[in-house]
T-cell receptor, first 113, second 113 residues
């Protein structure tokens, strides 16, 4: 089973709200990723966790704060977002090596008002 | 500069009309090439991983091939349910342990009944 789950499916928030996106996988993967995708564009890497440690931050603004509580869970905490942050947020996971296939979740559609 | 280019941008086929999508890449050294299918508003669905020139993989009506410069995704006798955006991504050697993928912009495929 190559399933990555994400909640919620949709999220609408104001610019002063605090919310969190959640991602879960039970495939034993040791790398987990957050991506942001705008319409008609490919996914854009935000963060990578490897063995529960943050290994890559692609210069993402501090209003996005990732967290990896354990090897199966990945959170993305959102605070003081801007309307231009509205996008599809994707979580992915891969087994171990950098060349391993990344498997994506269904995404969270975020709208910032 | 590492680059991935997909063509055509959009393709419209009649049901049963076979065709091919192209992904050409310019990277310092290829570590892996990945094909994904993405339906509107959903996360990319993994199709194939190719690691070396000459490699081929098949799944139902799809067949992916790889040369030193490009990859093709052949679609045989497509059905309307094959309509989606097909994304190609590459991992380059100079990425080191960085798991960042270089993405093409995708080919939007529409199959008419």
């Amino acid at each position: 089973d190559t399933e990555v789950t994400q909640t919620p499916k949709h999220l609408v928030m104001g610019m002063t709200n605090k919310k969190s996106l959640k991602c879960e996988q039970h495939m034993g993967h040791r790398a987990m990723y957050w991506y942001k995708q705008k319409a008609k564009k490919p996914p854009e890497l935000m963060f990578v966790y490897s063995y529960e440690k943050l290994s890559i931050n692609e210069s993402v603004p501090s209003r996005f704060s990732p967290e990896c509580p354990n090897s199966s869970l990945l959170n993305l905490h959102l605070h003081a977002l801007q309307p231009e942050d509205s996008a599809l947020y994707l979580c992915a996971s891969s087994l171990d090596r950098a060349t391993d296939t990344q498997y994506f979740g269904p995404g969270t559609r975020l709208t910032v008002l | 500069e590492d680059q991935v280019t997909q063509s055509p941008e959009a393709l419209r086929l009649q049901e049963g009309e076979s065709s091919s999508l192209n992904c050409s890449y310019t990277v310092s050294g290829l570590r892996g090439l990945f094909w994904y299918r993405q339906d509107p508003g959903k996360g990319p669905e993994f199709l194939f991983t190719l690691y070396s020139a000459g490699e081929e993989k098949e799944k139902e009506r799809l067949k992916a091939t790889l040369t030193k410069k490009e990859s093709f995704l052949h679609i045989t006798a497509p059905k309307p349910e094959d309509s989606a955006t097909y994304l190609c991504a590459v991992q380059a050697e100079n990425a080191g342990n960085n798991r960042k993928l270089i993405w093409g912009l995708g080919t939007s495929l529409a199959v008419n009944p």
